[in-house]
């Protein structure tokens, strides 16, 4: 497939493929056409007879070339199947549309200094797991990690002191950047504000621009509160300290906050499930215990 693709990307070659796509065509009458020397025409059809593209016979003192039909359809083919895995790429694709058309508009919008000040998000969850079991994946630094990006990010360094007054730091790369050899993908810094275990959750938290300044500040408040199946978590997002060159990171905002919340969700999931075995585990123990005479 390579050299098929090699072959085709020259657009010399590509015109002698559309002269032989109407019919067989001996070398000279190919460079007429194609209004090319002779000696090169040859040279752009032995190209692409190597690669499988073109046959060719000779016919007393002519060399006359056919284009090999196969070879094109199995390259549609694959150029299908290329085409059919971007389409079945959904929600990945439809995010990245999404957040391409938010990023159009918020770099419009991004007029003048403080230009997003006041700008507010909200985001509203029912998740599983009461109180206690969220509150520790909002504020211990290995929790956090699990669902603290969005789903192409991962977090490459982390700092959450959950104290008032506790310094945060989230680094983060591309989730594909196993070795790190690619730059930072992202890095923000700030403080908590407000700690109330289990019930309230406030800090600021900063990300920072190319050149170290902050894009803009996003104050940060989560309230936690039981419900029959678990605890709703609302979060509130408020935007000041907005720069110009912070569009891009406002852009992403809704649509990343909301992917790190369905990661919270899943790892709160996978917690239970844990939490669970455990319990089976254990009771099964102790039956074994009792049925073995073990007080």
């Not at 509203?124 to 520790?136: D, H, K, T, Y």
């Not at 360094?157 to 070795?179: K, N």
């Not at 123990?285 to 049925?291: D, E, F, L, P, W």
């Amino acid at each position: 497939m390579d050299a098929l693709l090699s072959a085709l990307a020259d657009p010399a070659r590509w015109r002698l493929v559309s002269l032989l796509a109407e019919r067989p065509r001996p070398v000279g009458v190919l460079a007429q056409l194609a209004e090319a020397r002779q000696p090169q025409t040859t040279k752009h059809l032995q190209t692409l007879e190597r690669a499988g593209i073109v046959t060719s016979q000779r016919t007393g003192q002519r060399r006359i070339y056919a284009l090999r039909p196969s070879a094109l359809r199995d390259l549609a083919a694959a150029l299908s199947r290329l085409a059919d895995a971007a389409d079945e790429a959904g929600a990945p694709r439809a995010t990245y549309e999404r957040y391409g058309h938010n990023l159009r508009t918020e770099r419009l919008a991004a007029d003048a200094p403080g230009w997003a000040d006041g700008r507010s998000f909200r985001f509203l969850r029912s998740l599983p797991g009461r109180p206690e079991a969220v509150w520790r994946h909002l504020t211990e630094a290995p929790l956090l990690a699990r669902w603290w990006t969005p789903d192409d990010l991962r977090v490459s360094e982390l700092v959450f002191e959950a104290r008032p007054g506790g310094q945060i730091v989230q680094e983060y790369r591309d989730a594909e950047d196993a070795d790190a050899s690619d730059p930072v993908a992202g890095r923000a810094e700030g403080s908590v504000d407000d700690v109330r275990p289990g019930e309230r959750l406030a800090y600021r938290l900063s990300p920072l621009l190319p050149d170290g300044g902050l894009a803009f500040t996003a104050h940060v408040e989560m309230g936690l509160r039981p419900t029959d199946t678990g605890t709703e978590l609302d979060v509130h997002w408020r935007i000041t300290d907005s720069t110009v060159d912070s569009a891009d990171f406002i852009a992403g905002i809704e649509i990343g906050f909301a992917q790190s919340l369905d990661k919270l969700t899943t790892a709160l999931d996978a917690n239970a499930d844990d939490t669970v075995g455990a319990s089976r585990r254990t009771a099964r123990t102790a039956r074994t215990k009792r049925q073995d005479g073990h007080p």
